[in-house]
């Protein structure tokens, strides 16, 4: 399988990003790869911080919840970090 499973949890999380923000350009996303766990940091503009976190967290807990979903399929966890 190799890393084809990795860069598309990166994908999912720069398409869910880009789909929710107002300057879709200044997505970045990068991915630090664990053993079991791979870490995918998401920095977007600080405008954008409030949509991509949402009410009381709940578009982050989201976008974790199809990440974890995405993630079974190629039996590898990944974790999301917003970073601020």
Do not use: F, W
């Not at 996303?29 to 991509?52: F, M, P, R, Y």
């Not at 976190?53 to 974790?64: C, P």
């Amino acid at each position: 399988m190799g890393n084809s499973g990795g860069s598309m949890m990166k994908e999912l999380v720069l398409y869910m990003a880009r789909a929710l923000v107002d300057n879709p350009d200044a997505v970045e996303v990068s991915e630090l790869e664990g053993e079991q766990t791979s870490v995918i940091e998401l920095k977007v503009a600080k405008e954008d911080l409030g949509k991509v976190i949402g009410k009381q967290g709940r578009t982050a807990r989201a976008m974790r919840t199809i990440l974890s979903a995405a993630s079974t399929k190629v039996r590898k966890r990944s974790v999301l970090e917003i970073i601020e």
